[in-house]
């Protein structure tokens, strides 16, 4: 038994052999060319709105790979109004590279 069959092969065999007259498809096809010129329109359209105000929070990081050795100032930018979830995105990317983080400050932008 063939798996393998097309959409028009198991329309066929759901349906029957049916034939559109040559102008029913032809304004069918108009109709979809139509209709693809709106949605084009339409996400143009939604392009150009621009994002307003996003939200954004500053979080202040003291790191070090040395335990009570010299330290360094970070500054992570986090898209969230949560102070919670900021200085937790924040520790997180710093781990990757410092051993020793250190949440100085977070302030809204």
Do not use: C, W
């Amino acid at each position: 038994m063939n798996t393998d069959l097309t959409e028009e092969e198991m329309r066929r065999s759901l349906f029957g052999q049916t034939e559109l007259p040559e102008s029913a498809s032809q304004s069918h096809q108009q109709d979809i060319a139509q209709e693809a010129a709106t949605v084009q329109q339409i996400k143009a359209a939604k392009k150009k709105v621009s994002k307003g105000f996003t939200p954004r929070l500053k979080v202040n990081l003291r790191v070090s790979n040395e335990f009570e050795g010299k330290t360094f100032e970070i500054v992570h930018e986090a898209d969230t109004l949560s102070t919670l979830l900021a200085e937790q995105e924040a520790t997180k990317i710093a781990r990757k590279k410092f051993r020793y983080v250190e949440d100085v400050s977070v302030k809204s932008m």
